[in-house]
């Protein structure tokens, strides 16, 4: 297969915590030899696009802003998009906050004046976030969560508390399940990573370490599948994944025989 774009995942596919992932240099020259498009598409809303190119610099590769897309991303443009004169209360990170203000989206402290709810990683979570976000979906007509992780690996491959799990917390004292959930799998993503890519799905592939979410992606876009074993999935999960990825590999230096198109 003539591959031309590349869907890369970041938190345990290039990096875990602050650290490279063995192999991802390695991996992603190999895709940049080929001529290979490379977006980077990460669950992980707390960054601007800025801001994981420059920590993507730190790390020791020249990625400009245009190449990242986060769920922050994704669910800023898609509240510009559908709910820009509308009050949003926010339970995440401060983060996510400034790339709301960046877009001028009309951010309420009162949860009782809320008309959208969006919720999303924050490790400052805390029970007046709980009691808060209870009180603001009561009234609120559109609650929304960033992205579906429940976890994300950690530096030393322990799985933290993710987006998905604060949402789940706060939709289950409100007793109310999400109108949206943003990030990867989400349509919504899938459509913004295809048009900045430009080109045609079964020209592309997606690598990352979350069948639920990176192969979810690929399957829906009609693109080639790779599940890296670096990050949250490892080898004794293979036989009971709901989502069967086209590829395995051991991390993104394996990342020829995706190209090759071997199994």
């Not at 960054?47 to 020249?62: C, H, T």
């Not at 009561?138 to 933290?160: Q, V």
Request: net charge negative.
């Amino acid at each position: 297969m003539d591959y031309r774009g590349a869907l890369v995942d970041l938190d345990g596919t290039v990096y875990r915590g602050g650290h490279l992932v063995p192999g991802a240099i390695d991996g992603l020259a190999t895709l940049r030899e080929r001529g290979i498009d490379v977006l980077f598409v990460t669950n992980n809303p707390t960054r601007s696009p800025a801001s994981y190119a420059s920590r993507l610099g730190d790390l020791g590769l020249d990625v400009s802003p245009e190449r990242v897309l986060s769920a922050g991303a994704v669910t800023t443009s898609y509240l510009a998009e559908h709910h820009a004169d509308e009050r949003v209360f926010l339970i995440g990170s401060d983060g996510l906050r400034e790339q709301l203000r960046e877009r001028d989206l009309r951010l309420t402290d009162d949860p009782e004046r809320a008309d959208v709810v969006v919720t999303s990683h924050h490790y400052g979570f805390d029970y007046d976030d709980l009691a808060e976000g209870l009180w603001a979906l009561r009234s609120a007509e559109t609650f929304i969560g960033t992205d579906p992780d429940l976890t994300y690996p950690d530096a030393d491959g322990r799985d933290l508390p993710g987006s998905g799990a604060i949402t789940r917390a706060v939709g289950s004292v409100a007793r109310r399940e999400p109108d949206h959930v943003l990030g990867k799998p989400s349509r919504e993503t899938l459509d913004l990573a295809l048009d900045r890519l430009d080109h045609p799905p079964e020209r592309c592939f997606v690598v990352g370490d979350r069948p639920d979410t990176d192969v979810a992606l690929g399957r829906r876009g009609g693109m080639t599948t790779a599940l890296v074993l670096s990050g949250s999935t490892r080898r004794e999960h293979l036989p009971t994944l709901s989502h069967r990825p086209d590829h395995v590999i051991d991390d993104l230096s394996e990342v020829e025989t995706v190209l090759k198109g071997d199994v």
